[in-house]
């Protein structure tokens, strides 16, 4: 209000002085706030030391006692509360980084069914929305894990697809390839290879731009990217990998990948619900792009798949990326009902460690941060990421 | 509109704040403070005087405050704490917690079943959100130190093992590999790991933090073994459609004491819940049971009569308690044998548990209680 | 077909077949995927019509509907509920006749579901006569409702004051009881269950998280810093973590920040936590209404003497809510879909309940796949409603006013 002061001496009383009552609603609010944690802290303290609970983190180095069904990295119930507690963050890691992958991908298919002009596959994406949209996530997970995934059939039975690939109640086994001793050599080579010829490729078509030559920048790169890894192939003395083939042996299979019922079901879960979303994202993204720009792309003869990959969608991931990192974020909070369903991530590993350690607030402690901070890490890649789509678009 | 809006904000905020103004539905005491809890005797020359500590008597006087013993407690495990059709809950535990009630407010019915997991049977003790666990719980010594106080073992359980019969499983050696299903946050889970370290074997464990989705996965074949106290397993099994097609297994890989707990803090009201055990199953040993708790009264024998407050003092002026508090439990609840054969005997209501381990001392078992006097 | 159209040849074809051929059958790719789609949707469809209707057991829904209506609400009680139920249904239908373009869709759904509630045979005793009349009388209800909203003697005002004070009648007096009386004998809220829980948390939630969310959004645009720096901390913070972890601190780790002995209601406290949750989210959502309001709206305001405070709540607000409708209804129909959490933290909700119902025989066992979808449908039509009445408030918004 600094409209028109009257410059007389008359001076404003102190309450109807904006600078006096923001400097007094400050002063107010931050004593208001002060107090209240003061209050709550010193409850918890007497609490605490009334009911000897120390807050302290040296419980973490204590022997966890508890098995944990699935974990990527190695661990036994001999192991330590603070081991425990990065089985869970892997476990959720991974199931969200998985679930992520999917949903992007079915969420883009449902977006584009979506906008299609079959008027049965629109109606068919717009059900597939709707009924994920409408619904809570833990009864989906519910449904997808107790209604589908335990009722496979018992493992004895199990479904045996080609590869071999055997589903059951037990999960699905897969074949799958590792590695032999030599086998980190082969993917040395392979990695590097993939990093030279990429570069290679980059620095010769660039210099092609520049200088108009001819740099032959694509063969080049593709004989790198075989020349190298089949280098590498014969220095793993061409045994890189071993088949590793599930076989039954006592209760369940042996060997292969094992992907448990439990992950199964919390993966379809989160990417089914995830990717109703996600598809509104993309189709309202493919919306925002003008019209102008298809038909300009038509005129230019274009065809339609073109149109698609070359216009539409480079154009739509400006809009699109924003709400899908709010989505992605989403799902990797979501993944925490997982423990209503056997799957024991972050969450699921801090409930147990506070029963068996006795150490509510610090465990809860942890399990907070460590949410806050996969939310703020992921945000700020994505927004740097985001950022850079966005200069390079204009 | 935007009139409608405000007008409608504005209510919601009048509303917030009447609601934050209104009485609170379960009826609180004023809260109070606890600093400590130590029992400070000061030696006086000649005489011992006891200053008792400050959190002394506050359950107590909050419980008749609210009229209602609340309890945390179990709502889907047949025999010990469930509902029935409609929607009350009965069981073992629910019965101990029914006793103290009619102790303290002398209705078996005023109470307020707070079913809790298990991961939360510690928190609720810790924050003493709940005056009493009546809820499967096992006592060990950790929990005695962190949670609370745990009163009276009322049921000796020990851990075992549930498979299916065409399974082939019959020692602990046969689980080599299997998967089996186990709840979270239990003592259970920590004797399933060490059992199997110690023999070397390995396992896949199937952890829930519900006990009927632990049950749910085993019965659709989630899992090859179910394992938990026996008396649990026993209840799963006899609430499967075909308990025939399951055995359990005779092995006891633990210890587990299912004892009800109270928070740490107030040692009349430790004292009250210890009596009324205490008095259930020295009622049992005494032969009073429901239906002759009135004429035992004139019993002849001056326990009995002391038990039922006819005469003398078993302590219950001293812990805020009528006379015929015990009387009372024994007339609305039953004796300890009586609860017990409730859900556990051959015509109980929820399966048939031989008493074993849980047979009066003087039968051979180990329910033991101090002298009522 | 080929016979028909030879015999017959037809003057003008039919517009439908017009419209088949150009929504579904222009060009051989489009055809294909409709030939696809078919024969995806006739197997969809068929297995899942022969699986309602022959393979599903529906027993756990039809011997227990009163668990799934009020849970373990004292059954010599149930007058409690079932007037809440008739006053809420009165309201439902004056609202209908005050506002029919939101509410039309879902009050002729609800009569005509109270009505088959009250005549759908089924063998349990639970239902009993008492209370089949009170589904009808419900469902009349809302249709003497609709009439007298329709008429001059209730408008919009005064249908918002009934509406609040029938909410704090029911869920503060009606429902609890008081304490100590014979009339209105206490009920504890542990004792509540079902569907009674579900919309009790979800109606409090939203209208709780709705004005702390406007004011943390208020805070976080604010110059005062203390007041800035505490919006932008608290939401941040909630919204950076996952809705279990906020339910679980308020159900167990608050206790240990108030004073010994000091006891909140179980519901209440995860009441708390669905509002702080939302509200965080609320408040982004208005963030992005009050960014877009120009800043002339408020120079001009200002020059025409206004202070802050009419400012805020006469220009500013109104017209950033009217924006962000769509948003916030969708953050309501997430926080209906989100009370099933509290089920993680024991309290006898909706999904609560359905957990213990397949544990009431053991021929229930296995009937997860019945029960969880009758739930998933209840939440469905819930949403779908919203989401409806979001959609026709967004159109009579969006176009005519601006």
Same mark, same amino acid.
Request: hydrophobic share 35%; charged share 20%; net charge negative.
């Given at each position: 209000m600094t409209v028109a002061k009257p410059p007389q001496s008359e001076r404003i009383p102190p309450w109807r002085d904006e600078r006096f009552l923001r400097m007094g609603t400050q002063i107010v609010s931050s004593v208001l706030m002060l107090f209240l944690i003061y209050w709550a802290i010193s409850n918890f303290i007497a609490i605490t030391q009334q009911r000897g609970?120390?807050?302290?983190?040296?419980?973490?180095?204590?022997?966890?006692g508890f098995p944990i069904s699935?974990?990527?990295i190695p661990y036994d119930p001999t192991m330590s509360f603070g081991r425990a507690f990065r089985v869970g963050l892997t476990n959720t890691l991974v199931v969200s980084i998985t679930g992520i992958f999917f949903a992007t991908w079915l969420g883009f298919f449902v977006g584009l069914a979506r906008l299609s002009s079959n008027w049965l596959v629109s109606r068919i994406a717009l059900a597939f929305i709707e009924f994920h949209r409408n619904i809570p996530l833990l009864v989906l997970l519910f449904i997808w894990y107790f209604g589908v995934f335990v009722k496979l059939p018992p493992v004895k039975e199990s479904i045996t697809l080609p590869g071999p690939l055997y589903l059951s109640q037990r999960g699905l086994y897969l074949t799958w390839p590792r590695l032999t001793e030599t086998g980190p050599l082969f993917i040395a080579f392979l990695t590097a290879g993939i990093a030279i010829s990429v570069i290679a490729f980059k620095v010769l078509r660039e210099r092609r731009i520049k200088?108009?030559?001819?740099?032959y920048y694509l063969p080049v790169s593709l004989a790198l990217l075989i020349i190298i890894p089949v280098i590498g192939w014969i220095a793993a003395k061409g045994k890189p990998f071993w088949v590793d083939v599930p076989v039954l042996q006592g209760f369940n299979y042996q060997g292969g990948l094992r992907l448990s019922p439990e992950f199964a079901a919390l993966t379809v879960g989160l990417t089914t619900y995830t990717a109703a979303f996600i598809a509104e994202v993309f189709r309202a993204g493919i919306l925002a792009v003008q019209k102008g720009q298809v038909e300009a792309a038509r005129a230019l003869g274009l065809p339609p798949a073109q149109v698609l990959s070359l216009v539409v969608i480079p154009q739509a991931l400006r809009v699109v990326i924003p709400p899908l990192i709010s989505q992605y974020l989403n799902l990797t909070k979501n993944s925490s009902l997982a423990l209503t369903i056997g799957y024991q991530e972050l969450f699921a590993i801090g409930k147990v460690t506070i029963n068996q350690a006795g150490r509510a607030v610090p465990v809860f402690l942890m399990v907070m941060a460590t949410y806050l901070a996969i939310s703020l890490i992921t945000s700020g890649i994505l927004n740097i990421y985001n950022r850079r789509v966005q200069f390079i678009e204009r | 509109m935007k009139k409608s809006i405000l007008v409608l904000s504005g209510l919601v905020i009048a509303s917030l704040l009447l609601a934050s103004c209104a009485p609170q539905p379960a009826g609180e005491v004023a809260p109070q403070k606890i600093v400590e809890t130590v029992v400070v005797t000061v030696e006086v020359p000649g005489e011992t005087v006891t200053v008792k500590p400050q959190g002394y008597g506050t359950i107590a006087a909050r419980v008749r405050e609210r009229g209602k013993v609340v309890c945390g407690v179990?709502?889907?495990?047949?025999?010990f704490g469930y509902l029935d059709a409609n929607g009350r809950n009965i069981g073992f535990d629910i019965d101990l917690c029914r006793a103290v009630a009619a102790a303290?407010?002398?209705?078996?019915?005023a109470i307020e079943a707070v079913p809790i997991t298990a991961a939360d049977r510690g928190p609720v003790l810790q924050t003493g959100e709940v005056d009493l666990v009546t809820r499967n719980m096992t006592w060990t010594s950790k929990r005695d130190a962190e949670w609370g106080n745990f009163t009276w073992i009322m049921f000796y359980d020990g851990q075992g093992f549930l498979v299916?019969?065409?399974?082939?499983?019959?020692?602990?050696?046969? +689980?080599?590999g299997a998967s089996i299903c186990v709840t979270t946050g239990t003592t259970t889970e920590k004797n399933l790991a060490t059992a199997f370290a110690d023999a070397n074997l390995a396992y896949n464990a199937v952890t829930f933090e519900e006990t009927s989705a632990v049950y749910g996965a085993y019965e659709q074949g989630r899992c090859d073994v179910a394992t938990s106290d026996k008396s649990q397993l026993a209840a799963v099994r006899a609430g499967f459609?075909?308990?025939?097609?399951h055995e359990i297994l005779d092995i006891t890989i633990s210890k587990e004491p299912l004892t009800p707990a109270v928070p740490a803090g107030d040692d009349q009201w430790f004292d009250i819940v210890k009596t009324v055990m205490w008095g259930m199953i020295a009622a049992e040993e005494y032969g009073i049971t429901s239906a002759n708790v009135a004429e035992m009264k004139a019993s002849s024998d001056a326990n009995i009569r002391m038990l039922l407050g006819?005469?003398?003092?078993?302590?219950y002026t001293t812990l805020g308690l009528e006379a015929d508090a015990l009387a009372n439990v024994i007339e609305q609840i039953g004796n300890y044998g009586e609860v017990y054969d409730r859900y556990?005997?051959?015509?109980?209501l929820a399966f048939y548990l031989p008493?074993? +381990?849980?047979?009066l001392w003087k039968n051979g078992g180990l329910i033991y209680a101090p002298p009522i006097k | 077909m080929n016979t028909t159209s030879d015999s017959v040849t037809p003057p003008a074809p039919p517009r439908m077949l017009e419209w088949i051929q150009k929504n &579904?059958?222009?060009g051989w790719l489009n055809s294909a995927l409709t030939l696809i789609a078919l024969v995806f949707l006739y197997f969809v469809v068929v297995s899942s019509a022969r699986w309602a209707f022959?393979?599903?057991?529906w027993r756990p829904v039809t011997t227990a509907p009163l668990l799934f209506l009020?849970?373990?609400?004292p059954r010599e009680q149930l007058w409690r509920p079932g007037l809440s139920m008739l006053l809420s249904t009165f309201m439902i239908g004056i609202s209908w006749g005050i506002?029919? %373009?939101?509410?039309k869709a879902f009050s002729i759904f609800l009569v005509v579901l109270l009505a088959g509630m009250a005549i759908v045979p089924l063998e349990?005793?639970?239902?009993t006569l008492g209370i089949r009349a009170a589904f009808l009388a419900a469902s009349l209800l809302i249709y003497a409702g609709y009439l007298l909203g329709r008429?001059?003697?209730?408008n919009a005002r005064l249908a918002v004051m009934l509406w609040t004070v029938i909410a704090v009648l029911i869920s503060l007096?009606?429902?609890?009881?008081?304490?100590?009386?014979?009339? &209105?004998p206490s009920v504890p809220t542990t004792a509540w269950g079902g569907l009674l829980i579900t919309l009790l948390l979800a109606i409090g939630g939203i209208l709780l998280s709705f004005p702390i969310g406007v004011l943390l959004a208020l805070g976080r645009r604010s110059s005062l810093p203390v007041v800035k720096v505490f919006s932008i901390l608290f939401i941040e913070v909630i919204r950076g973590v996952p809705l279990v972890t906020i339910l679980f601190m308020f159900s167990v780790i608050l206790a240990l920040f108030l004073?010994? !002995?000091s006891r909140i209601d179980r519901i209440l406290r995860a009441l708390m936590g669905m509002v702080v949750f939302s509200a965080a989210y609320t408040a982004e959502n208005v963030r992005g209404g009050l960014q877009a309001i120009p800043p002339g709206q408020v120079e001009a305001a200002k020059a025409l003497g206004l202070n802050g405070f009419q400012t805020t709540t006469l220009i500013v607000l109104p017209q950033a809510l009217r924006l962000v409708i769509p948003a916030i209804v969708g953050q309501f129909i997430s926080l209906f879909k989100d009370t099933t959490l509290v089920v993680i933290v024991g309290i006898n909700d909706l999904l609560g309940v359905g957990n213990s119902v397949l544990k009431l025989?053991? !021929?229930?066992? %296995? &009937?997860q796949m019945e029960v969880y979808l009758f739930i998933a449908a209840i939440f469905w039509v819930f949403s779908y409603f919203m989401s409806y009445a979001s959609l026709q408030l967004e159109k009579s918004l969006g176009v005519g006013e601006r």
């Open positions: 609970m120390p807050l302290t983190y040296r419980f973490l180095k204590e022997p966890a699935e974990s990527y200088t108009g030559q001819n740099t | 179990h709502k889907e495990l047949l025999g303290v407010l002398g209705d078996a019915e299916r019969a065409d399974s082939g499983i019959k020692t602990l050696q046969d +689980m080599n459609s075909d308990p025939n097609a006819t005469e003398g003092d078993w302590g556990f005997g051959e015509n109980g008493r074993g +381990m849980n047979n | &579904l059958f222009n022959f393979t599903a057991d009020v849970g373990q609400y506002w029919p %373009r939101y509410l349990t005793p639970t239902i008429s001059k003697f209730v007096v009606l429902l609890p009881g008081i304490p100590k009386s014979s009339a &209105l004073p010994a !002995e025989s053991p !021929e229930f066992f %296995r &009937l």
